[in-house]
């Protein structure tokens, strides 16, 4: 059918893109990616500062989601707390999937690997950031899927469960009518990206995990992560 993109849809999407590129991690705190000498220790204090970065780039992206600051106040806390990993796992993931020069890619992929971290988590983290670098993602659908796993209305403690739903199927048809028109050889490349969804899912359950086997060997998070993890 003859999909078009409304006026409102189109101003949707550049709100949402420009918050998306506006609030990124600081190049002093990527830089040190590339810099720190490589150890377990270093490496998971290198992600951990990075984490808290991205969490922060993360709450002022969505006070920039049409409709996110009109939610209940309490609400809003619940979709940050219960996004936020899946949000860091597209953003690591997109950064891992881009072609960058600045040999980020490998490095990153090295401090992960060699965080602390347990094997059994390696495999299903590193085919997720494999199957998200297959699908070559444009901007606005990096953008648009992250707030779309920002808005889901089922996160624990969420009061005004339609009100989140509205938001998210607003946001579900913007993406749906820009997957026709953006990968039009591809008819089926909507229900993959919202097939990466629920691989985020699974992801953030073993991270539950992860979180756990780390502290029990006394990693240390900081105060805003520790807060929204529910750590310690
Ligand atoms: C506390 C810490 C040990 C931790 O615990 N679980 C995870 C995690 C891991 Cl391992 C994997 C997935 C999700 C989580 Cl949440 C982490 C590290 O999480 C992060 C979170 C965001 C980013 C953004 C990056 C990044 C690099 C270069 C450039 C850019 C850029 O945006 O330009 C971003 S790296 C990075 C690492």
Same mark, same amino acid.
């Given at each position: 059918?003859?999909?078009?993109?409304?006026?409102?849809?189109?101003?949707?999407?550049?709100?949402?893109?420009?918050?998306?590129?506006?609030?990124?991690?600081?190049?002093?705190?990527?830089?040190?990616?590339?810099?720190?000498?490589?150890?377990?220790?270093?490496?998971?204090?290198?992600?951990?500062?990075?984490?808290?970065?991205?969490?922060?780039?993360?709450?002022?992206?969505?006070?920039?989601?049409?409709?996110?600051?009109?939610?209940?106040?309490?609400?809003?806390?619940?979709?940050?707390?219960?996004?936020?990993?899946?949000?860091?796992?597209?953003?690591?993931?997109?950064?891992?999937?881009? $072609?960058?020069?600045?040999?980020?890619?490998?490095?990153?992929?090295?401090?992960?690997? $060699?965080?602390?971290?347990?094997?059994?988590?390696?495999?299903?983290?590193?085919?997720?950031?494999?199957?998200?670098?297959?699908?070559?993602?444009?901007?606005?659908?990096?953008?648009?899927?992250?707030?779309?796993?920002?808005?889901?209305?089922?996160?624990?403690?969420?009061?005004?469960?339609?009100?989140?739903?509205?938001?998210?199927?607003?946001?579900?048809?913007?993406?749906?009518?820009?997957?026709?028109?953006?990968?039009?050889?591809?008819?089926?490349?909507?229900?993959?990206?919202?097939?990466?969804?629920?691989?985020?899912?699974?992801?953030?359950?073993?991270?539950?995990?992860?979180?756990?086997?780390?502290?029990?060997?006394?990693?240390?998070?900081?105060?805003?992560?520790?807060?929204?993890?529910?750590?310690?």
């Amino acid at each position: 059918e003859k999909v078009e993109i409304t006026k409102e849809q189109r101003a949707l999407i550049k709100a949402i893109l420009d918050a998306y590129n506006r609030h990124q991690i600081p190049q002093d705190v990527t830089k040190k990616l590339l810099q720190e000498q490589y150890s377990a220790e270093e490496n998971f204090l290198l992600l951990t500062e990075v984490a808290t970065s991205q969490v922060q780039v993360l709450v002022e992206f969505t006070k920039n989601i049409p409709g996110f600051l009109s939610l209940d106040r309490e609400d809003q806390i619940a979709l940050l707390k219960g996004s936020a990993v899946e949000a860091m796992f597209l953003r690591s993931a997109q950064v891992l999937s881009k $072609k960058m020069p600045s040999g980020h890619i490998e490095v990153l992929e090295e401090r992960i690997r $060699k965080s602390g971290m347990s094997e059994e988590f390696m495999t299903p983290m590193f085919n997720f950031y494999k199957s998200i670098g297959e699908l070559h993602m444009t901007q606005e659908e990096q953008a648009i899927l992250t707030t779309i796993t920002i808005l889901t209305p089922d996160r624990p403690y969420v009061k005004s469960h339609e009100a989140v739903e509205r938001l998210q199927e607003t946001m579900l048809e913007v993406l749906r009518k820009l997957c026709v028109l953006q990968h039009p050889q591809e008819p089926q490349y909507f229900a993959r990206l919202l097939g990466r969804l629920t691989e985020l899912r699974t992801l953030h359950h073993y991270h539950a995990e992860m979180l756990t086997s780390w502290k029990t060997n006394d990693h240390k998070f900081t105060p805003l992560l520790c807060e929204i993890w529910d750590v310690q």
